[in-house]
């Protein structure tokens, strides 16, 4: 089983839909989380972080469920600037104080016209 | 304030030769990370540096993968021998130190595009 998992999509929308990722994780001891977004080959950056009591930015919305280990990102009122790669990221902190990333391979949102 | 600096941008090498790769951390961050970014797939940690200390390097190949960070700052990457399945982006990334979430938070460098003929 992989550590973080995505559904890798694509996922094909129109303009000003509203489209959910999920995502799922292995490790009960993960402590951080995040969403990145990698635009067609860019660097990822990161999108938001994820709080155990849900959180929102914008046209954005980040849930975390740690009892099922499950994470998802909402996205409202899609815009053509929105398609990319949306990449799951959770933290195993190990014996280190710095986490490693952990990525999900990602889910491609394409935003149409 | 200036990002994670990495050179070159692109490199095409064949198979067996050597190659290397440059990293500058954003200034502060004590902790830099490289990672292989295989096409359509996530980005895979090779080594964790903690100042001049490797944290983790349990998925770097070292027979053929070496890393080094030797002040603390700049770092380098190098493949000897490449094979054709290191194609792949390589990207650097630094954060802060500690277990607050804001310290947690890594930011990339642009990467090389590694291409192994």
């Known amino acids: 089983r992989k550590e973080v998992e995505q559904d890798p999509g694509p996922f094909n929308v129109p303009e000003g839909a509203t489209v959910a990722f999920n995502c799922t994780y292995s490790?009960?001891?993960?402590?951080?989380f995040f969403w990145y977004r990698q635009d067609c080959r860019k660097e990822p950056k990161l999108l938001m972080s994820?709080?155990?009591s849900g959180n929102e930015d914008g046209r954005f919305t980040a849930q975390l469920n740690r009892a099922s280990q499950y994470i998802s990102l909402l996205i409202r009122d899609s815009k053509l600037s929105d398609s990319a790669t949306y990449l799951c990221v959770v933290t195993d902190h190990g014996s280190s104080n710095t986490g490693k990333l952990i990525f999900g391979q990602g889910t491609t949102l394409q935003v149409k016209p | 304030e200036a990002g994670v600096a990495q050179s070159p941008r692109y490199k095409i090498i064949e198979k067996r030769q050597s190659v290397a790769f440059w990293c500058n951390p954003i200034?502060?961050?004590?902790?830099l990370y490289w990672y292989q970014q295989i096409l359509g797939q996530g980005p895979k940690l090779l080594i964790q540096f903690q100042n001049n200390g490797v944290v983790d390097d349990s998925q770097l190949p070292k027979d053929r993968f070496s890393a080094e960070r030797l002040k603390g700052v700049d770092s380098t990457l190098k493949i000897q021998p490449a094979k054709l399945e290191d194609s792949a982006v390589y990207l650097c990334a630094s954060s802060l130190f500690g277990r607050a979430l804001y310290k947690n938070i890594q930011y990339f460098g642009a990467g090389t595009r590694l291409s192994v003929l």
């Open positions: 200034s502060g961050h004590a902790t």
């Open positions: 994820v709080y155990s």
């Open positions: 490790n009960s001891a993960s402590q951080s």
